[in-house]
């Protein structure tokens, strides 16, 4: 379960020791996260979502910090409240794997080096494929919902019940 599961409480604070180990490991967390952003190689995204939990615990400062800002906040903000990424998002992750990975394969010269490089990739387009999950934009599922509330007036909650129904 990610940070955005059922026994998450971001106002819980460690004190002492911890606090201070969670504080070193979400700063190095957020520099290997911010590497992560530039190099394609490295994903940047889960770094900030660990660095950010580490934060939560350690400095609201620091948290606040990387929810606010304005290039990866939203992707961390969307993440916490419903576990899930644009699908923008997702599909320039999985098209900067590819890249690279077959950037990988094409510089290699040992063919079993080659062979490596191209399961890996493959295992990672397939997994970010599969388990990363997406929704639509916040806007356009607001919007949608509007939409079918406007298509099926009078219907309330409930399938098939009509709003004076509804209690």
């Not at 290997?32 to 490295?42: H, K, M, N, S």
């Not at 387009?125 to 939409?147: C, F, I, K, M, V």
Request: glycine share 8%.
């Amino acid at each position: 379960m990610g940070t955005h599961g059922r026994n998450w409480n971001p106002s819980r604070q460690s004190s002492g020791l911890v606090r201070l180990a969670l504080l070193a490991s979400g700063w190095l967390l957020a520099v290997v996260g911010w590497a992560g952003v530039f190099l394609p190689i490295l994903p940047g995204v889960p770094f900030l979502l660990l660095a950010t939990a580490c934060f939560a615990r350690s400095s609201p400062r620091a948290e606040r910090w990387l929810l606010e800002n304005r290039f990866i906040g939203p992707t961390l903000v969307r993440w916490r409240q419903t576990g899930t990424v644009d699908p923008r998002t997702k599909v320039f992750a999985l098209g900067c794997v590819v890249l690279t990975f077959a950037l990988a394969v094409w510089r290699t010269q040992s063919w079993l080096v080659r062979a490596i490089w191209a399961v890996g990739g493959l295992a990672l387009t397939l997994w970010l494929s599969r388990y990363l999950r997406t929704e639509p934009s916040l806007e356009h599922a607001a919007a949608a919902r509007e939409q079918d509330a406007a298509s099926a007036p009078g219907l309330g909650p409930f399938r098939g019940q009509r709003s004076d129904q509804v209690r």
